[in-house]
Structures are given as structure tokens and as C-alpha cells.
């Protein structure tokens, strides 16, 4: 997820020097509730240290404002279509 917030930061940087800024916040959909858990409750982080970084830097960006966090449930979740077989 911290790549992904990384790369949106360069991207929305790149729009805002080519004169068209992007409008904040960013949503990211997720399908993991414990990921967005650790990114909205800092106390979560004493439990995973070796995330300490990621979740630090993607809770950063929640709190600045420029990312907000949707959760998609699994049965709507487009990206199987190609990594699952269909029924």
C-alpha cells in the first residue's frame, strides 16, 4: 500500500507541473480491514514493528489529507477477474 501511495504522490506532482493538480483527497480501495486498522489506530502499530515504516509513511499521507482509505468487499473485488478463475 506505501508503494502505491508513493507512486500517487509522484503522479500528483508530475499533474501539478504540468498545470493541472489533481483533487485531494486520493481514495484507495483496499480489500484488507487489518491494513486499514494499522493505518488509522497508532496504537496498532506496537504490534507489527517490522511495518513500522510503511504504515507510518501511508498514515502520514491519511493525515495530511492527501489519501483516504475505501475498503471494497471481496465479491467486488475487479482485480480477481485476472489473477481467479471465474465461476
Not at 11 to 24: A, N, T, V
Not at 56 to 76: N, P, W
Amino acid at each position: 500500500m506505501s508503494a502505491t501511495v508513493s507512486e500517487l504522490e509522484w503522479i500528483s506532482h508530475l499533474m501539478y507541473d504540468f498545470g493541472s493538480p489533481l483533487r485531494l483527497p486520493m481514495f484507495m480501495h483496499c480489500d484488507n480491514k487489518a491494513t486499514q486498522h494499522v493505518i488509522a489506530n497508532p496504537v496498532f502499530h506496537e504490534r507489527t514493528k517490522h511495518l513500522k515504516t510503511d504504515c507510518h509513511y501511508t498514515r502520514d499521507k491519511v493525515l495530511e489529507g492527501f489519501l483516504q482509505t475505501a475498503h471494497v468487499s471481496l465479491k467486488k473485488q475487479l482485480a480477481d477477474i485476472m489473477t481467479k478463475p471465474l465461476s
